[in-house]
């Protein structure tokens, strides 16, 4: 492995991720979700783990192209099984309610080639008896997720570069938008960023907007209601079972909230493409009517982004809004990272599909129907798209009427 980034480097960003980041607490579990790939990192991020008072740390390893091995050459009534040891597993997971940290590291084009209708129907046939797992640990445990780079992800990034410098040049990039550097303080700074979205997201939240406004030149024209009482959230959620407060994403820029599911009109147009299940949607604009996406325009992957559209029959409706200001430096890098967790982080964003339930009050302690009863949408895919433009004007409407700007020329008003 190539490897500029030294090794105090790689323990300050494994300590920023458990401590500032999903703060492992005395006697907690935790499961890390790994690939092979960086078994040197994961080891690191265990002893970490284990510092900061973990009582046991397992760790799940993935390989990067298995799942697409699996779905090239294995039948979908094999793959759509759950056995019975994987449903005891996810019992177990949801006694323990482990801390989960997912390392992202996947070449984006991991599953090029895959028959996405097989995929999705197998994904549906396995959610049937996983999906009432995971609603019921929803919301009740620490997570992040958080990047590692890969000469495949690096590649995919920088193609004309050596996968060596490539290599280096997605490292510096991912420890400069977590701000990690070789003589700072990442944990003071991410207070201070944290500090700061939480600020923002309390005054969106004061203001009590039932609607927001976009528009841009490039033809965004649209409006979202928001659910009444709905609060907006940022960097860090704190788990209801111990109160710790942790950041779930690293990098994270953004301030969201939940959308009103089926109620939005208009057109947004994506300012940057989307990679989606290892393929790139290029240049498109979606059509929103009575809340659902009734037509998509494409440029490129004008399939696959009306198999994405239609994965269930709520998939073509809203799941989050998020602001993001033209500034984030990830938007500053320039650069597509074909991952969601950086570029969703790069300006203003909207998801199709899966709404966020913790954005309502009492949110945690609903079940997903309660939470759906109130609007917020559910459905087996979450996919963002970026709407953010240098001129991107978002006004938000009080329940009288009123006016106000929030953002202004693509950044906060
Ligand atoms: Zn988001």
């Not at 490539?166 to 990039?173: I, M, P, V």
């Not at 039932?210 to 209601?225: E, I, P, W």
């Not at 009517?289 to 269930?312: P, T």
Request: glycine letters at 8%; a negative charge; one cysteine or more.
């Amino acid at each position: 492995m190539y490897m500029k980034v030294t090794d105090e480097l790689l323990h300050k960003y494994a300590r920023l991720l458990v401590r500032s980041g999903v703060r492992v607490q005395k006697g907690q579990k935790v499961v890390l979700n790994c690939a092979v790939e960086i078994h040197e990192f994961a080891l690191i991020l265990m002893e970490e783990c284990y510092l900061a008072g973990a009582s046991k740390v397992d760790i799940d390893w993935t390989c990067g192209g298995q799942s697409r091995l699996n779905y090239m050459y294995a039948d979908e009534e094999t793959l759509g099984t759950i056995l019975p040891w994987e449903v005891a597993k996810l019992e177990q997971r949801v006694e323990d309610l482990p801390i989960l940290v997912h390392i992202l590291s996947e070449d984006p084009d991991a599953l090029r080639g895959v028959d996405i209708e097989k995929m999705s129907r197998i994904m549906q046939k396995r959610m049937v008896v996983t999906k009432p797992y995971t609603n019921r640990m929803t919301g009740k445990y620490q997570w992040i997720g958080a990047g590692y780079p890969t000469v495949a992800w690096a590649k995919k990034v920088f193609p004309d570069c050596t996968e060596e410098e490539a290599f280096d040049k997605l490292w510096d990039a991912i420890l400069k938008t977590v701000r990690v550097e070789e003589d700072n303080d990442p944990v003071a700074l991410w207070q201070e960023h944290s500090d700061t979205l939480i600020a923002k997201g309390k005054w969106l939240t004061e203001q009590k907007f039932t609607r927001l406004k976009y528009h841009s030149a490039n033809g965004t024209d649209f409006q979202v209601d928001l659910i009444p009482g709905s609060l907006w959230e940022s960097a860090g959620m704190v788990n209801p079972t111990n109160n710790v407060f942790f950041i779930p994403n690293m990098p994270t820029e953004e301030v969201f909230n939940t959308p009103y599911a089926g109620k939005c009109e208009g057109t947004l147009v994506a300012t940057k493409p989307l990679s989606w299940s290892g393929q790139l949607i290029e240049d498109f604009s979606i059509t929103f009517e009575n809340g659902r996406a009734v037509s998509c325009k494409a440029k490129k992957g004008q399939d696959i982004l009306e198999k994405m559209i239609h994965m269930d029959e709520t998939a073509g409706m809203l799941g989050e809004v998020a602001l993001v200001p033209k500034e984030s430096p990830i938007n500053q890098l320039g650069f597509l990272f074909y991952n969601t967790l950086f570029d969703e982080n790069a300006c203003c964003h909207v998801a199709l599909g899966r709404g966020f339930q913790t954005n309502l009050p009492n949110g945690n302690a609903m079940s997903v129907e309660e939470a759906k009863a109130l609007g917020v949408n559910d459905s087996m895919i979450h996919v963002d798209f970026m709407v953010g433009s240098d001129d991107l004007s978002v006004v938000g409407i009080k329940e009288d009427g009123t006016e106000v700007p929030i953002f202004v020329n693509g950044t906060w008003a």
